[in-house]
């Protein structure tokens, strides 16, 4: 029994901690030109909203390039080179910054998969763009080849994209996406799903409450689900509870005496905030053992929750139905969450 507690309690507290962090640019589609030995990868805020961003880029490359090529020297040029371009945030505006560093040293860069080399990349021109809505990440082995990606049509590739059913499903999903692309076609796609990371949390928690002219302390255990969106966070949560209400009163002898009621009950809550979690939700419970003398017969509960400036701590005003159903009763309680 020991050993089960302490698997669970631990099991609780790395459910409760550990957290996805939030992936803004959930859509990643990987181009490779072997008879360029160039790649370029896109990471989208979401495809079916800027997939535009993948035709205009061989325009949008050629127009980078001629301000790149105007601002390093001659031997610069064959020299491996890493380029960051970083576009305002204004969409109004069309300004960026371009720097450019040659790498020191030289290196090549070697992706091993199950014990299998499965890329290689010798030293070249590496180009990131950062965009709003995207981060474009080119690989070419010289500025030569850079250039011929200039030349590319990848409308095929948008309409190749448009046609997969991955693609329709972006409500929760993200894409993982690789294509090959030879002589102006796709020669072989493995496109993929991205899952939104949902989670469960075990909660321990205690409160202070009241109702009527009792001030009583509460223990609880909470079992949720969290659902996330594509962008990995958690923007709804159902939950089960049981809570357990200390009630105390005086024995006919006068002596002080424990009076527990519990409850088991469900609830619904939204995440209203996008910086970090707000929850707010409503719920609905029975009671399920009894021994006060607030409550008699058959009863119920429905209740309100809401975060007040931390995940961990709610308000939770109660609306009680007593005596089968027949009395209301209001309380409210405030709760902690470890």
Not at 41 to 64: M, S
Not at 157 to 166: R, S
Not at 233 to 238: G, L, V
């Amino acid at each position: 029994m020991k050993l089960f507690t302490s698997i669970a309690l631990l099991l609780c507290l790395f459910v409760c901690t550990s957290n996805a962090q939030p992936k803004q640019l959930p859509d990643s589609i990987r181009l490779e030109f072997p008879e360029y030995q160039s790649l370029i990868t896109f990471e989208l805020r979401k495809y079916t909203e800027n997939k535009t961003i993948i035709k205009d880029f061989p325009a949008q490359l050629a127009g980078l390039l001629s301000h790149i090529k105007s601002s390093i020297t001659e031997p610069d040029m064959h020299k491996p080179q890493h380029i960051e371009v970083i576009f305002n945030n204004d969409d109004d505006a069309e300004k960026y910054i371009i720097s450019l560093h040659e790498i020191i040293p030289a290196h090549t860069k070697v992706t091993v998969d199950r014990n299998v080399i499965t890329e290689l990349l010798p030293p070249g021109w590496e180009l990131t763009i950062k965009m709003k809505e995207a981060e474009i990440h080119v690989y070419a082995p010289t500025v030569e080849r850079l250039e011929e990606l200039t030349r590319l049509n990848l409308e095929h590739v948008v309409a190749h994209l448009d046609n997969h059913p991955e693609t329709h499903r972006q409500k929760r999903f993200g894409i993982i996406s690789r294509i090959v692309v030879k002589e102006g076609s796709v020669l072989t796609d493995k496109t993929t799903h991205r899952l939104p990371y949902d989670m469960l949390g075990l909660h321990a928690g205690a409160g202070v409450g009241v109702l009527q002219d009792k001030i009583y302390p509460e223990f609880n255990f909470t079992t949720s689900f969290y659902f996330a969106n594509r962008y990995r966070k958690n923007f709804q949560r159902i939950s089960a509870h049981y809570e357990l209400k200390l009630f105390s009163g005086r024995s006919p002898e006068g002596e002080y005496q424990s009076r527990p009621a519990s409850f088991l009950s469900v609830s619904y809550a939204l995440n209203f905030r996008k910086d970090r979690p707000r929850w707010t939700g409503i719920g609905a419970g029975f009671m399920v053992n009894n021994k006060s003398d607030l409550f008699t017969g058959k009863t119920m509960k429905l209740f309100l929750e809401s975060d007040i400036g931390s995940s961990k701590l709610n308000i939770i005003p109660e609306l009680y139905l007593t005596d089968d159903y027949k009395t209301t009763v209001f309380g409210i309680k405030l709760n902690y969450k470890f």
